[in-house]
């Protein structure tokens, strides 16, 4: 599977956030996928990252190190602390229009393998509950 654009990941972001603007769509990719990036690890890190755009790649596989797995509604607060302005409902809204145009991206196969390393619920920040 081929990696993604730039200009369509962000827009796909774009509409399924319903962001005003590109930037606005860009700040919840960069934030939640360095996120993301600290909490899974291996091959489907490296598969993951080879079907974003660069510019995500990047961030995704140079994470800030996580000091322990956060459960979904930790990773939905952290990044509400991330995302100036952000409240919780806003940060779930935010991780939910990244992680499901990155489980788009990644494919059913690849998205169910990511869900095994993670805490239970994240199936549902991926807008993919029936892979849990």
Do not use: C
Request: glycine share 6%; no cysteine; net charge negative.
């Amino acid at each position: 599977m081929a990696a993604i654009g730039l200009e369509e990941f962000l827009e796909h972001v774009r509409e399924r956030g319903e962001y005003d603007t590109r930037q606005e769509a860009e700040r919840a990719a960069r934030v939640v996928l360095a996120l993301l990036g600290a909490h899974i690890f291996g091959e489907e890190r490296s598969e993951l990252a080879a079907r974003l755009p660069e510019t995500f790649a990047l961030i995704l596989l140079n994470p800030l190190p996580a000091a322990e797995p956060l459960d979904p509604e930790r990773f939905v607060r952290a990044t509400a602390a991330w995302i100036e302005g952000a409240t919780e409902e806003t940060a779930k809204w935010d991780v939910g229009a990244v992680l499901s145009v990155v489980a788009e991206s990644a494919g059913d196969d690849l998205t169910q393998r990511l869900l095994l390393q993670l805490p239970v619920g994240y199936d549902l920040l991926f807008g993919r509950p029936q892979l849990a």
